[in-house]
């Protein structure tokens, strides 16, 4: 597998036409052409469905059920790349409280990918918070030494 570019090898998805080509990685790619030549078919229905599968089976079971999973392009191969998300052309959103994330619709994989790989951190004190059991909590706590005030929360249900 090439680190340098992508390469895509019969490619026939829509109007295209067997098409092999290599495109180099990490560059700003333009891809232009006469209405139906096969730009929409190449950018979005072959190289971003391959990258967007490769992303959605990279993640846990538990969060693939949150996300389309689109069909396998019409390809013979493509080398090099990574998992995708595409950003499609439309007018801009309107409500106040859009992020560039949930205007581009990358906001569902954003809050999946930190919820799957993130780890949280005290915003005070840096420290990594993790689970701890209830004798862990007990120990820490009794460490504190008397006359220390401690702040126990809990969710209403």
Do not use: W
């Not at 290599?22 to 052409?33: A, D, N, S």
């Not at 059991?133 to 706590?141: A, L, N, Y």
């Amino acid at each position: 597998m090439s680190r340098d570019s992508i390469v895509i090898g019969g490619a026939r998805e829509h109007n295209l036409k067997n098409l092999t080509l290599r495109l180099p990685r990490e560059r700003l790619i333009v891809v232009t052409g006469l209405s139906g030549s096969g730009k929409s078919s190449l950018a979005f229905d072959t190289i971003y469905a391959e990258g967007h599968r490769k992303y959605v089976e990279s993640l846990a079971v538990y969060a693939r059920q949150f996300l389309d999973q689109l069909q396998k392009p019409e390809v013979d191969f493509i080398e090099g790349l990574s998992p995708a998300i595409a950003i499609q052309q439309r007018t801009a959103a309107t409500n106040p409280r859009s992020t560039i994330a949930t205007a581009t619709e990358i906001y569902e994989y954003l809050r999946l990918l930190f919820a799957s790989i993130g780890q949280p951190h005290c915003h005070r004190c840096g420290k990594k918070i993790q689970s701890q059991t209830t004798s862990q909590i007990v120990d820490q706590v009794m460490a504190l030494g008397e006359g220390a005030r401690v702040m126990l929360l809990a969710p209403l249900v």
